[in-house]
């Protein structure tokens, strides 16, 4: 079950915690640069299946731009 206020991130990824250990590969989210890889997690909840990018990685790295 997935807890309230919480966003998909794709890759079976609910909430920041997850996209950022299954997506990025990071384990603890405050780790996580301001530059980067907080963008491209910014960017994915848009559209998760067009932007994930372990699926789409060219239309991921452009969405953070």
């Not at 966003?7 to 405050?30: H, K, T």
């Not at 907080?38 to 790295?61: E, Q």
Request: no cysteine; proline share 9%.
């Amino acid at each position: 079950m997935v807890p309230e206020n919480t966003i998909f991130y794709a890759n079976r990824a609910n909430g920041i915690g997850a996209a950022a250990e299954g997506v990025l590969r990071r384990q603890n989210p405050p780790t996580l640069d301001l530059g980067a890889r907080a963008a491209m997690l910014a960017g994915i909840p848009a559209s998760p299946g067009d932007y994930d990018p372990i699926a789409h990685y060219n239309r991921a790295k452009q969405r953070q731009g």
